[in-house]
T-cell receptor, first 114, second 114 residues
Framework: GENVEQHPSTLSVQEGDSAVIKCTYS??????FPWYKQELGKRPQLIID?????GEKKDQRIAVTLNKTAKHFSLHITETQPEDSAVYFC?????????????FGQGTTLQVKP | GAGVSQSPSNKVTEKGKDVELRCDPI?????LYWYRQSLGQGLEFLIY????????KSGLPSDRFSAERTGGSVSTLTIQRTQQEDSAVYLC????????????FGPGTRLLVL
């Protein structure tokens, strides 16, 4: 089945710097890759997603890139702000079974220092 | 409109007791998912419902875990004879139709088994 690896597990940046989180997946047939942000004690919330027919997607300070050949995708946050501090999860959706279930990475704890 | 809701928000139980966790998805969403988030772990898929059917139960950790969904809406996750390793946050998510659709998460039920 699908397996998703996420790095780094923790990331500390200075306010205004960029942050990059990387994920690799094992199932070449996976076709949907969402990113979720989870603040302490809160529910995960979708921040951006990308489908396999697209190489890059951007939404204001957040962008995601997908390399299908290498089976990896990355989250880029520019001009980081303290409110970006949270745990970020990448996920992949395998096509087998057509269920839409999310296979998550282990998460990255991002700390943005003022 | 109302988002995904879950109850109870917290549950403390003794080892060996049964517990029921409830999920109310977004109205009209046919797809419903249960995930488990253990301390320091990522989110782990448990079960997927499409309408009242559960075509993917592959993530349920043992036969002590079961779930049902009635009326294409409310879902209940039941854990029988709870064990300490069942302690986790149980998250429910729903999406409009399933595959490649945004999953909206509930606030979770934090289960502690003493």
């Amino acid at each position: 089945g699908e397996n998703v690896e996420q790095h780094p597990s923790t990331l500390s940046v200075q306010e205004g710097d960029s942050a990059v989180i990387k994920c690799t997946y094992s199932d070449s047939a996976s076709n949907y890759f969402p990113w979720y942000k989870q603040e302490l004690g809160k529910r995960p919330q979708l921040i951006i997603d990308i489908r396999s027919n697209v190489g890059e997607k951007k939404d204001q300070r957040i962008a995601v890139t997908l390399n299908k050949t290498a089976k990896h995708f990355s989250l880029h946050i520019t001009e980081t702000q303290p409110e970006d501090s949270a745990v970020y999860f990448c996920a992949a959706v395998p096509t087998s079974g057509n269920t839409g279930k999310l296979i998550f990475g282990q998460g990255t704890t991002l700390q943005v220092k003022p | 409109g109302a988002g995904v809701s879950q109850s109870p928000s917290n549950k403390v139980t003794e080892k060996g007791k049964d517990v029921e966790l409830r999920c109310d998805p977004i109205s009209g969403h046919t797809a419903l998912y249960w995930y488990r988030q253990s301390l320091g772990q990522g989110l782990e898929f448990l079960i997927y419902f499409q309408g009242n059917s559960a075509p993917d139960k592959s993530g349920l950790p043992s036969d002590r875990f079961s779930a049902e969904r009635t009326g294409g809406s409310v879902s209940t996750l039941t854990i029988q004879r709870t064990q300490q390793e069942d302690s986790a946050v149980y998250l429910c998510a729903s999406s409009s139709s399933g595959n490649q659709e945004t999953q909206y998460f509930g606030p979770g039920t934090r289960l502690l088994v003493l």
